[in-house]
């Protein structure tokens, strides 16, 4: 850890592999109380140190998502790319919004895949990726759609909040 590193409490795991540069944007945000609601839109969320985002079903300690049975310290806010989005109608022809992804926030320029084991800024706030989300069967019972396959591999990310705040429609996201 070099010097600027202990200062900022900003290091990333040795074990993460090589750097990955860039900086992003924060284009939607979603929040539901409870599995199988709508997800609402929010012009932003307040993101909580280590229990998740205001409002949201995956808030540890009211844990009403759909796999709440399994809570999870890793999973306090999820991210998904727009351009899966974008590659969704363009290679499979399904139109899939990003309220339908079921994710808490969808980013721009941002290589989600590459960011596990490492921490990033969302804003002001400071996240560890934990692990790639996994499509799930429920997404396709609530939307009607036949997303499943197209999401193996592009289904997201889930993380842990280090440092909370406030994010905002059209934040930066960057790497550290």
């Known amino acids: 850890m070099d010097v600027q590193e202990l200062a900022t409490g900003d290091a990333t795991p040795a074990s993460a592999g090589p750097a990955t540069s860039f900086v992003g944007v924060v284009r939607f945000l979603h929040i539901t109380p409870r599995a199988f609601l709508p997800m609402r839109a ?45 590659a969704m109608k363009r290679d499979c022809g399904v139109e899939f919004g990003p309220e339908e992804h079921r994710r808490n926030v969808t980013v721009e320029g941002v290589p989600l895949n590459h960011l596990v084991g490492r921490r990033f800024r969302l804003g002001e706030t400071l996240l560890e990726a934990t692990r790639l989300s996994v499509p799930c069967r429920h997404i396709e019972e609530i939307t009607g759609k036949a997303v499943f396959d197209p999401l193996i591999n592009r289904s997201g990310l889930n993380c842990r909040i280090l440092s909370g705040g406030i994010v905002r429609i059209g934040d930066t996201v960057r790497s550290l």
């Open 42 to 86: 929010m012009p932003e969320i307040t993101l909580v140190a280590g229990k998740g985002i205001e409002g949201d079903r995956y808030m540890v300690g009211r844990e009403e998502g759909f796999y709440s049975d399994r809570p999870e310290d890793g999973r306090q806010i999820t991210l998904f790319e727009l351009e899966t989005l974008d």
